[in-house]
């Protein structure tokens, strides 16, 4: 289809510069359904963005938006800060019942501020005041947010330029595969470790993604990923991982970490745990490192009760019966077969991809062709966001109730899009 773009007068005079998103999709979006995006002007998105992973169960999911409504409706407790709440109750339980003691983590859950990167900031503090230590290691590529102790984590250079001051008391190492299997894993983290003479103060904890989003959609392996519990267990650091945008099914497990068979010390949460696009994070962690003072981080919204609502609805729809995982395994491997045969069709020159369940990655040697991909991709009425430290990935980040064909409907766009940009 033809995209015209519309008059964006008031977003451009009035709205920062700061804005994103919006430029490499020139339209105004007003209405959305499931996998679809509609604008004013009447085209109709296939979405394989998912707010940036935070409708993993597509948007106005009509069971979800039933619950919120009826919650609404009834007068429900709308800001509730940490109060006692009868949907916070139905959550905390329905979480415990349907996630946390079917997997045998017998997590604590703090509700920090509703932003994924508050959830990180929690956890640094805490793993800080726990171990009594300043320094976190972090990974090579990693993103963990944007405000200053998550940015001191994140290893884009472009967004740790924007705190404006020196980001001080992280330390990057060399994530899976960062030296292309030629160096043994961990093998400069742990002589830094038992080296006096390193320099490196003794960390509090590590912080990891099991899948890297925006740093390219890096996949650890399970065995690294064991390696790294193993190594955080003889230093005695605590090992952090940020399931933020992979966690709530997003790789197949509730838990992106479940494949490796490890147990985080501590766990952030965030974007769809509200399962409809709503404000909430969480952090989760081992009983025996809940030290916090009360009142000692907290947040103005942190008792987002809606979010509650939505996503105790998410959990016992989507999760009570083990389905979920099984088809987006199996949505999974449709993507991947879709890539392969693009790939193939290339013949294997300039273009590669990897993944895992529901978030993929193809990247172009070309680094400039990945935006390309993706502006021809939205002229053909499918929504991709590059990722990457050069914006060299095409992600793909479709819903989780993404149907089969829609799945192929939006793979066949991609395949032409790519094609169409060689």
Known sequence: MTITPPALSVFQTLESEVRSY???????????????????DGHTYLD?????GSLNYGHNN??????????????GITHGLDMATAAKRNFLESFENIVLRPRDLPYKVMFPGPTGTNAVEAALKLARKVKGRESIVSFTNAFHGMSLGSLAVTG???????AGIPLVHGTPMPFDNYFDGQVPDFLW????????????NKPAAVIVETVQGEGGINVARPEWLRALKELCERQDMLLIVDDIQMGCGRTGAFFSFEEAGITPDIVTLSKSISGYGLPMSL????PELDIWEPGEHNGTFRGNNPAFVTAAAALNTYWADGQMEKQTLARGEQVERALLSIVDEFGGEGVSFRGRGL??????????????VCARAFELGLLLETSGPESEVVKLLPALTVS??????????????????A
């Open 22 to 40: 919006c430029r490499g999709w020139p339209a105004v979006f007003d209405r959305a359904q499931g996998s679809y995006l509609h604008d004013e």
């Open 48 to 52: 394989f963005f998912a707010g940036a």
């Open 62 to 75: 009509p069971v979800l938006k039933r619950a919120l409504i009826d919650y609404i409706e009834r007068d």
């Open 156 to 162: 884009n250079a472009f967004k740790r330029a924007g």
């Open 189 to 200: 983290f742990e002589r830094l470790l038992e080296d006096q003479g390193s320099g490196l």
């Open 283 to 286: 952090c989760l962690f081992r």
């Open 359 to 372: 978030v993929w990655g193809m990247e172009f040697e070309d680094k400039a062709r990945a935006g390309k």
């Open 404 to 421: 089969a064909d829609e799945l192929d409907e939006g793979l066949r766009i991609l395949a032409r899009s790519v094609r169409e940009t």
